[in-house]
């Protein structure tokens, strides 16, 4: 029994044993990195088979819904085999950290990265933008310049934004919350529900069709999106087209951002070939294809933005505690309850 | 010892059987239901004050919408094809399950994708729902529906007509009557199908039950209260079933011969009498049912498709294909074993509480795949952590996870999930059959195993193969608990199809929607076949 005890004991300190070493070295590197993926094999997949040619490192790879992920991790313990897990939005990686599913990364991380953990569980990879999408034909851009201005009494019955289930609309509130306050944040709710042409549905594209085919004239949705389907087949760019982006409060707390981000798990056996990992995602080829293929804004200002993006135009973007923004997801949600936004 | 082997013959291993699978089989239900332990007031108060309302009525709206839909289709579309003659109707008879093998969400995707491009229709409300999910989930109706109408036997319409009652009157009050429990249970599969849905309201931004707790889980964190309201979800499914059992508590249906083998031999049809609906319009039910719920969308998903394919990712779907089916195949067959042990253990054990642990085992199918997952992944995860001490005191190392992230994770998840398809359809199949046959054969001298193979199994056949369709389509198309339990680098064509989707690519989407249909189409066309 005493021998059980003990073996129990070690079981729970194994992980801790494990050399939490210094920096990836090239030749030293595991000969294999498990991944847990919130963002989807073929957003992901070019880049790890890269890597994996690269240093000859044997990539596995489970793709799914974050918080699923998330939980299979948690579930599995001690014991789990993931080394790396991969989100697309901040509010999981908080998450991740607060459930201690993460550890600090030893990574190298350039100069330019400021979009991460203080404590290192986490880094940006790309970011992300809401901004305002408008039909030029039916708004002025001249009276719509802001967050705020979505709630004005001009805009009733015309507003298309999907539904407060999902995450982007989440941290968008949550950020609101941050800057201007609960109540606020609150009130604005309210008001856009009371501006809503219909009842939310369909994913971001949908809102976008929304707006050409005249359902309603202002809507709000990632760019990754409309670049995506300004990039499409004809019927999707002919639409994608005829919309206009509206970056709003530019003049104070810029557009909502959100990020995609990497985090070593928790019990990672391949520690190094993690750190090489991140340090790979963060270098210029990996950024280029990110901004090029994938319509992403990449977090290395140094990468030249293709076409579509640059089209968009540049913009000021908020800068607040990203951690926060995952902790307040849940407070977000429940005012997103209270103002009736389905 | 011989104690113990007198005890041993005595005891009542049916009863052992049935309730030691149904404990396991419960466990992840088990599990989710533990969740209970910590209530919070608060959250139960602000889901109460704000959307518990909303998603009680949009659930209970759907699924009894769904409910009757497919009860009306599945029942109509049966008793046309195994009572009348008209055009079509040996073509229609297997071809009115092809839409089985579509999956809820990707019918949405693809009518929405279709009106979208003219603009001036919006399907995506609650109607547009309850209407698209019924026409995919009729054939659990239809199917059962179909081997009861078919096993009737022909005595009664004899004497039916010979008493001057019509062919309509004969329906609602001799055969529907008899077929109840094939009927109601097939509408128990479409309506927990459709309570556990989440892609497809999602999708429509319908609030129901099921995204209320994605909503509870994803957005607040809050995996107790997520667990907590599908646990509720279960305990409500549970009852109804219950009910509906306590409701035909006194009646049996037995088949007492093998049913008549030329179906064409009609009471009703063969007199001079009119038939109450005409040949030519059953011909035209028939073929726009198939049209709209498996024809048009199969040629739209096929043309986007094909617009879209490269021909350089060939090698990735003939493995995806390979996986799927592989995957699909060998847990039917573990499933419809499972669910022909537990129905016997029900008919065999002297304890009548099997046929609750049963019931209770089967409940899986009610909750949403998801949260199922979670359920699947606790008990694993506590195994392997004994494994591993063990393991660990014995050898001095570690073995790491056996079950979770392994195929015995997902095949568990999918026994759990679909064992309730296979079951109705073995308990369906079994309570026809007579208990005197039973002891006729065992006081001729002969042992179980000879009842199952020479008399069982001849009259079950149909059942199995029903059983044995149903849920290979139905692990086919399974895509919450595969996308989380799967091991690394498996990849079935539903989660690469919503992989796809999610990622608001209708068009790339299609081509692994349409090879979903077309695999899960192979089966249902061969079995159908064998089952003539």
Known sequence: ?342 | MAVIINKWRELDRWFVVGAGLSVILALPVLAILFSYSHLSAELWRHLYDTTLSEYLTNSVLLTLGVGLGSMFLGVALAWCVTQYTFWGRGFFEWALLLPLAMPAYIIAYTYTGMFDQFGWFDSRTLLGAIVLMSLVLYPYVYILAKTAFSSQQHTYQDAAASLGVTHARYFFKVALPIARPAVFTGMALAMMEALADYGTVAYFGISTFTTGIFRTWFGMGEMQLASQLAGALAVFVLLVLGLEKYSRRNMRFYQTQIPHQDMRVNTYTNTQSKPFLSPLLMSVFCLVVLAVAFIIPVFQLCIWAWEFAEVSVIDEYLSLVSNSFLLAFSTSVLIVALALLLSYAQRFSTHSQVSGLTQFAALGYAIPGTVLAIGVLQPLGWLDEQINVLWAFVFDEYIGLVFSGTFVALMFAYCVRFLSVALHNTQNGLERIKPNVDDAVLTLGLGRLRIFSRIHLPLLKKSILAAGILVFVDVLKELPATLILRPFNFNTLAVKAFEYATDERLLAAALPSVTIVLVGIIPVILLTRAMK
């Open chain 1, 1 to 342: 029994m005493k021998k059980l005890a003990v073996a129990l004991a070690l079981s729970l300190l194994s992980p801790l044993s494990l050399p939490s070493m210094a920096l990836a070295n090239d030749n030293v590197v595991e000969a294999e990195l498990n991944i847990y993926s919130a963002r989807k094999e073929v957003l992901i997949k070019p880049l790890l088979d890269k890597f994996s040619e690269q240093y000859n490192v044997k990539i596995n790879l489970v793709t799914g819904k974050a918080d699923a992920l998330l939980a299979r991790a948690k579930s599995e313990g001690q014991f789990s085999p993931v080394d790396i897990i991969i989100t697309t939005d901040v509010g999981r990686l908080a998450r991740a950290k607060s459930q201690s599913l993460t550890q600090p990364m030893t990574a190298m991380l350039p100069e330019f990265v400021t979009l991460k953990d203080q404590d290192n569980h986490w880094v940006a990879l790309t970011t992300r933008n809401r901004p305002i999408l408008i039909n030029p034909l039916t708004v002025d851009s001249n009276t719509i310049t802001s967050y705020e201005d979505l709630i004005k009494p001009i805009f009733k019955g015309r507003v298309c934004i999907r539904s407060s289930s999902n995450i982007y609309n989440q941290s968008l509130v949550a950020a609101m919350i941050i800057q201007k306050g609960e109540e606020q944040a609150l009130a604005w709710s309210k008001g856009l529900v009371e501006n809503f042409a219909r009842r939310p549905k369909g994913g971001d594209r949908d809102q976008i069709k929304a707006l050409v085919s005249g359902v309603c004239d202002v809507a709000v949705a990632n760019t990754y999106y409309l670049a995506a389907m300004r990039n499409a087949d004809e019927a999707s760019q002919a639409i994608a087209n005829q919309v206009k982006v509206i970056w709003p409060n530019q003049s104070d707390r810029g557009v909502h951002l959100n990020i995609s981000g990497i985090a070593i798990a928790k019990h990672a056996k391949n520690i190094h070939a993690a750190n090489l990992l991140i340090e790979t995602m963060l270098q210029k080829e990996a950024q280029y294809w990110y901004a090029n293929t994938n319509y992403e804004y990449p977090v290395d200002p140094s990468i030249e933005w293709s076409g579509t993006l640059k089209a968009m135009g540049t913009f000021k973007h908020e800068s607040i505690d990203l951690n926060q923004v995952g902790e307040l997801n849940a407070q977000a949600l429940r005012i997103m309850d209270k103002a009736g936004w389905r």
